[in-house]
Antibody, heavy 114, light 112 residues
C-alpha cells in the first residue's frame, strides 16, 4: 500500500528555521513529482511547493508566499522529500501535507509563535 | 497567478439529492500538450484530502461513478448524483496547468 509519512513539525519562533520530512513507500518514488500542501487552522488548502523528477532535472517551483524562504528537495535513494523552511512567519502556521496528488500523508503540524 | 473561484461556498443537501459545484478559472487551464490539469479533491472532517477527479473528468481509482466531472477552458463542474453520507466534507478544485499551482477556496457539502 502507498504510504506517505510526514515528520519534523513542531513549535518554533518567528524568524527561526525548521525542516520537515516525508517518507514514501508503496510506489515508484523516483518517477513521481512530489508536493507540499499546507492548511492553516480552519482554512482551505494552499499549494506550497513541488519538485519534479530526475529526467526533469529536479526542477522546483514555489508559491509566491514562500518563495525565497522555503526549499523543497528529495532523495530518491531513500524515497524521501523534504521542506526546509527558513525565516518562518506566524502566517506559516499550518498542517503541512506531503503529497503525490493521488496520495496524501496525514500531515505534520508546524506552529510559528513567540 | 491563476485564481480558481468555487461556488457555492456551502451547499446543504438531503441524502439522495444531486449536488453541483462550479469552479471558474481566471485563465484557460488547457496546457500546451492538449490536456487540462483540473482536479477535484474531497477533504472529509479530520482527514487528509483525497483525489476524486483528475484531468477534468477522469475518476481516480475507487471513486464511485456518482461523481462526474466536466468542463473545459475556464469553466468546470463537479456533480454528485445521489449524495450519500460519506460524501460530506469540503470539496476543492485544483489546477496543475500553470505555475504556481492553486486551489479553489472550497465548497462545504453538508446535510440540510
Amino acid at each position: 500500500a502507498v504510504q506517505l509519512v510526514e515528520s519534523g513539525g513542531g513549535l518554533v519562533q518567528p524568524k527561526e528555521s525548521l525542516k520537515i520530512s516525508c517518507a514514501a513507500s508503496g510506489f515508484t518514488f523516483s518517477n513521481a513529482a512530489m508536493y507540499w500542501v499546507r492548511q492553516a487552522p480552519g482554512k482551505g488548502l494552499e499549494w506550497v511547493a513541488r519538485i519534479r523528477t530526475k529526467p526533469n532535472n529536479y526542477a522546483t517551483y514555489y508559491a509566491d508566499s514562500v518563495k525565497g524562504r522555503f526549499t523543497i528537495s528529495r532523495d530518491d535513494s531513500k524515497s524521501m522529500v523534504y521542506l526546509q523552511m527558513d525565516n518562518l512567519k506566524t502566517e506559516d502556521t499550518a498542517m503541512y501535507y506531503c503529497t503525490a496528488l493521488a496520495y496524501w500523508g496525514q500531515g505534520t503540524l508546524v506552529t510559528v509563535s513567540s | 497567478d491563476v485564481v480558481l473561484t468555487q461556488t457555492p461556498v456551502s451547499l446543504s443537501v438531503t441524502l439522495g439529492d444531486q449536488a453541483s459545484i462550479s469552479c471558474r478559472s481566471s485563465q484557460s487551464l488547457e496546457y500546451s500538450d492538449g490536456y487540462t490539469y483540473l482536479e477535484w479533491y474531497l477533504q472529509k472532517p479530520g482527514q487528509s484530502p483525497q483525489l476524486l477527479i483528475y484531468e477534468v473528468s477522469n475518476r481516480f481509482s475507487g471513486v464511485p461513478d456518482r461523481f462526474i466531472g466536466s468542463g473545459s477552458g475556464t469553466d468546470f463542474t463537479l456533480k454528485i448524483s445521489r449524495v450519500e453520507p460519506e460524501d460530506l466534507g469540503v470539496y476543492y478544485c485544483f489546477q496543475a496547468t500553470h505555475d504556481p499551482y492553486t486551489f479553489g477556496a472550497g465548497t462545504k457539502l453538508e446535510l440540510k
